[in-house]
């Protein structure tokens, strides 16, 4: 079994900056960490930020410029930067990866910016 653990939410004023972490843990013997999601009451969660087996990156236009995904594959660790926050990124913040054709979803952490 695979566990994904986020951190690094709270709570931050318009145009500041936060930096997401994703743990991966477990019975891993291969794990891809595909990128990150946000899911505000009442949407769909939505793609961030995502990452290819390749290091290539991705991301939604309402982000681009402003975060930045990486990934440490001996670590099993992904990382949202987050910068020039606006109050619309508020959202739970989730890490998703898929390992031997399952996939798997981390329980997710708070990002709040005020404004």
């Known amino acids: 079994q695979v566990q994904l653990v986020e951190s690094g939410g709270g709570l931050v004023q318009a145009g500041g900056s936060l930096r997401l972490s994703c743990a991966a843990s477990g019975s891993i013997f291969s794990i891809v960490i595909k990128g990150w999601y946000r899911q505000v009451p009442g949407k769909q969660r939505e793609l961030v930020a995502g990452?290819?087996?390749?290091?290539?990156?991705n991301y939604a236009d309402s982000v681009k410029g402003r975060f930045t995904i990486s990934r440490d594959n001996a670590k099993k660790t992904a990382y949202l930067q987050m910068n020039s926050l606006k109050p619309e990124d508020t959202a739970v913040y989730y890490c998703?990866?898929?390992?031997?054709?399952?996939?798997?979803w981390g329980k997710g952490t708070l990002v709040t910016v005020s404004s």
């Open positions: 998703n990866a898929d390992s031997l054709g399952k996939n798997y």
């Open positions: 990452i290819t087996s390749g290091g290539s990156t």
